[in-house]
């Protein structure tokens, strides 16, 4: 009986749909475990297809092509080690969430999802059918368990694999990142290699997929909970893990520990990577934006420039008469302090002609909002007829604070593709800003130091869509507005609880009536990259139309 045994873990960043492109990088990390003398080698969950497919797995067609691209690679991975890869599986009529182990040329044993997730951006139930509670599977005379993802989070699949004879656990997850998640993870796992005294690996995949961020960050443990590997978080890594046999079983050697940045780099991490692999996946390579001189156009600027180079971002300074000079000059040194291609564009003229094509129709009405938000509607315009001409990507640079209570205008600053910072509140903008203006890392394509003037993140918040307008003229200074959204949003909380915490009745029923009649415009606006657990999107789904309010 061997006394040693070689795991090859890839975490990979696959593509949803693009299953030959999939099947290409297994076969490589394949490649990879076979010269460095593997017997396993391990992708994530869902590899071939992707993940999160969301309901295009359900497609018999996609579903039926996933597993006929298992079979030829079953084929071509026929000489070496097994093969361990995450796929849809059909039996009798069922689909499944699979972890297939191809060895000799075919499938040679396959494990079905138990705990199907149904929260936050999962929706497996009504996707997946439940397999049954298993046994572990063969590779030479070694006996491994695979729980699937969710199954690891539930104390009964691991003890029935162990209960019939599992000798060491590998987890394979498609688990993208919130704030704090890798906590989580950890503490599953513990409780996992306490419960059954197993080795227990944990493979998680890395890359973005619409708003989510893969964050990679695998790592095995020991029983009792001792770390003995730690893979980097959100970069593509293929690493060899070795266990060798005691007599007390299996247990992993000690391998490469990556330092894991805090929760502020992270945050940045998915912003940039979410945004890169939406323009790669897309196919898009260049991306513009309306550049204002504020601090969330500032911070959506530096992303764009980290995640793509300087060279493929494009920043449009549209001003108007209530367009400061400072706003002029602060929009000026971000554009060359990040090295963009800067155009400035006055939108003076094209007010002038709306305004008096509407005239006969608004003769006898004062102006309104309605003046202003033809401003943010004609930069929208202009942005989206550059994106059209150039075929650059428009980004939109609404925060978490403006998403949630609608300060912001439906066709016009919400215009965009893609929205990097939809869910960052404002308060997490000003501080993001100062983080990277003191940070720079290797995967940042930008340069180094300060690249958002002081003034921008310091001077008061203003859309400057008429004179003298600051931002708290409409809402609560941005520290009470985003606690109070906190609560709200992130806690799931009612006004009762906003008024335990400190704060004015009023004014939290104000700002709970404008979340709702705000569903409209979150409805229609761009996806962006997911930092939290209640990010707007999959992770909250409110219905549009809505007469219910707290009545505490």
Known sequence: MADRFRVTLAQLNPTVGDLAGNAAKARAAWEQGRAAGADLVALPEMFITGYNTQDLVMKPAFHTAAMAEIETLAQAVAEGPALAIGSPWVEEGKLYNAYLILKDGKVASRLLKHHLPNETVFDEVRIFDAGPLGGPYSVGNTRIGSPICEDGWHEDVSETLEETGAEFLLIPNGSPYYRGKMDTRVNHMVARTVETGLPVIYLNMVGGQDDQVFDGGSFALNPGGELALQMPVFDEAVTQLDLVRGAEGW??????????????????????????????????????????????????????????????VRCVMLPSEYTSQESLADAEAVAKALGVHYDYVPIGPARSAVTETLAPLFADRPADVTEENIQSRLRGLLLMAMSNKFGEMLLTTGNKSEVAVGYATIYGDMNGGYNPIKDLYKTRVFETCRWRNANHRDWMMGPEGEVIHPNVIDKPPSAELREDQKDSDSLPDYPELDALLDILVDQDGSVADCVAAGFDRAVAKRIEHLIYISEYKRFQSAPGARLTKRAFWLDRRYPIVNRWRDPS
């Open 251 to 312: 247990r992993i050697v000690a391998g490469e520990k990556a330092p894991l940045p805090d929760a502020w780099e992270q945050d940045y991490r998915v912003m940039v990577q979410s945004l890169r692999d939406y323009m790669a996946k897309t196919g898009f390579k260049k991306v513009l934006l309306g550049l204002s001189g504020g601090v969330d156009s500032a911070i959506v600027a530096a992303i764009a420039v980290d995640a793509l180079g300087a060279e493929n």
